[in-house]
């Protein structure tokens, strides 16, 4: 009887704790979401970015490599990049705000540097949309002309409204998401407004 009593109060201990760990996580990255997803209006009234930023791909470097890696997670496709890309610095920045996404993707496509970013891949026309992590590379970006070209690793191109790209890099076109995909957010096993950010090593 001692043993079966310890052992639902194990239980319920362990039950406690997991409920107030996935409530600190839950808190932890409702507060994320309302720190990145900050106006856009300064910047898209900004004479900095009146200039559309393009950078020539190196799609044949770029897609064979990434099209092993996607789907992978934010931290183990910095690894890949990485390890992919040897003759490459690659910095990666994560829950950045709207405004800092902008401005990190922009300068570097000035720079003429590669860059990707981890966007939503589902269907928006369902109720509970299936959903996946997408990494793309952007080929340019139009602030004034309200235009972020992207290619993904298979080659297929298209294009977002500055506002639809966003809502894609917080993943917010999955509303409805279900707890375990929100339990790997708030583990920072996925992340949002993440872009990975290339720079040629010296020699």
Known sequence: MKILRASITGLIVLFVVAAVATATMTIKQNMTDLAINDSINPV?????????AKMEIEE?????SLIEIAGTSTNG???????????????????LKNS???????????QDMPVLCLIFSGDETEDTPPWGSRLVIVAE????????AVSDPY???SAYGVRDFLRAA???????????AKLKFALEIFTKNTVFIFEKKPG
């Open 77 to 95: 496709l910095f690894g890949e990049l990485k390890k992919q890309f040897p003759g490459y610095e690659v910095a990666l920045r994560k829950n």
């Open 100 to 110: 800092e996404l902008i401005d990190a993707i922009y300068t570097a496509l000035s």
């Open 170 to 180: 917080r993943f917010e076109p999955y509303e409805n998401m279900d707890f375990f």
């Open 60 to 64: 044949d470097l770029f897609q064979d």
């Open 155 to 157: 080659g297929y191109a």
């Open 44 to 52: 898209l009234r900004n004479v900095k970015y009146k200039e559309p």
């Open 141 to 148: 970006m139009d602030i004034f002309g309200d235009k972020i």
